[in-house]
Nanobody
Framework: QVQLVESGGGLVQEGGSLTLSCAASGRTASRFEMGWFRQGPGKEREFVAAFRRRDGNGYYADSVKGRFNVSADVAKSTTSLQMNALKPEDTAVYYC?????????????????WGQGTQVTVSS
C-alpha cells in the first residue's frame, strides 16, 4: 500500500504561480514513479506531468510544457509540481499518483495509487 497526500492548491490570478507537493508513504513507496493528473469541470482526467526518477527526466503534456516543472526528492519520497504562467484553463482538481509502469507514465490506467486531489483555481 502507498498513501499519497497532496498539498499546495488554492486560488491564484491568471499569470500567477503555485507549487503543489505530494508526499508518498508506505513500505513500497520508493519503488514507484510519480505523476500528476488533473480533472477540470466537465472534463476527463488528463495527464499533466511525471518525473521518472530512474533517469531524472520530467515528462509533460503539451498544454503545460514550458510553464510547469516537475521534480522529486527521492530521499523524502515527495514530488512537486511548480506551475507558472497559470491560465484559467488550468483550473482543475490536481492529483498525484504512483505507478510501476515507468514507460507509460502518461496513462492514468497504469497508476495504482492516487491522492485525494487538491483544487487549483485560476481567475481571469
Amino acid at each position: 500500500q502507498v498513501q499519497l497526500v497532496e498539498s499546495g492548491g488554492g486560488l491564484v490570478q491568471e499569470g500567477g504561480s503555485l507549487t503543489l507537493s505530494c508526499a508518498a508513504s508506505g513500505r513500497t513507496a520508493s519503488r514507484f514513479e510519480m505523476g500528476w493528473f488533473r480533472q477540470g469541470p466537465g472534463k476527463e482526467r488528463e495527464f499533466v506531468a511525471a518525473f521518472r526518477r530512474r533517469d531524472g527526466n520530467g515528462y509533460y503534456a503539451d498544454s503545460v510544457k514550458g510553464r510547469f516543472n516537475v521534480s522529486a526528492d527521492v530521499a523524502k519520497s515527495t514530488t512537486s509540481l511548480q506551475m507558472n504562467a497559470l491560465k484559467p484553463e488550468d483550473t482543475a482538481v490536481y492529483y498525484c499518483a504512483a505507478t510501476l509502469d515507468y514507460l507509460r507514465m502518461n496513462l492514468a490506467r497504469t497508476y495504482s495509487y492516487w491522492g485525494q486531489g487538491t483544487q487549483v483555481t485560476v481567475s481571469s
